[in-house]
């Protein structure tokens, strides 16, 4: 069973950068889409960055300009790097692949 392990969450000021990391368990296939979701206490998980390869991307629009995903597939990892932090990126960070495979999540607080 394939597993995804998020790290790099933590506590930033506004303005402040946080790169988001996520390694799967085993070898992925590129073609498939990795992606960073973001979900606050009583609401729906959203999508904030996919990448399906290594240089389709695409975000949501609240995140555009300040976060950028990327991959390393011989590393089988994804990073979320997010800068210019505001305080609506507060949220828990989760991995998914390939839509069915979720991380335990990463929690990013954004605080003066």
């Known amino acids: 069973q394939l597993q995804l392990v998020e790290s790099g969450g933590g506590l930033v000021q506004p303005g402040g950068s946080l790169r988001l990391s996520c390694t799967a368990s085993q070898s992925i296939r590129s073609i498939y889409a990795m992606g960073w979701y973001r979900q606050a206490p009583g609401k729906q998980r959203e999508l904030v960055a996919r990448?399906?390869?290594?240089?389709?991307?695409n975000y949501t629009d609240s995140v555009k300009g300040r976060y950028t995903i990327t991959s390393n597939n011989a590393k089988n990892t994804v990073y979320l790097q997010m800068n210019n932090l505001k305080f609506e990126d507060k949220d828990s960070y989760f991995c998914n692949y390939h839509g069915g495979f979720w991380g335990q999540g990463t929690q990013v607080t954004v605080s003066s």
């Open positions: 990448i399906t390869g290594v240089t389709k991307t």
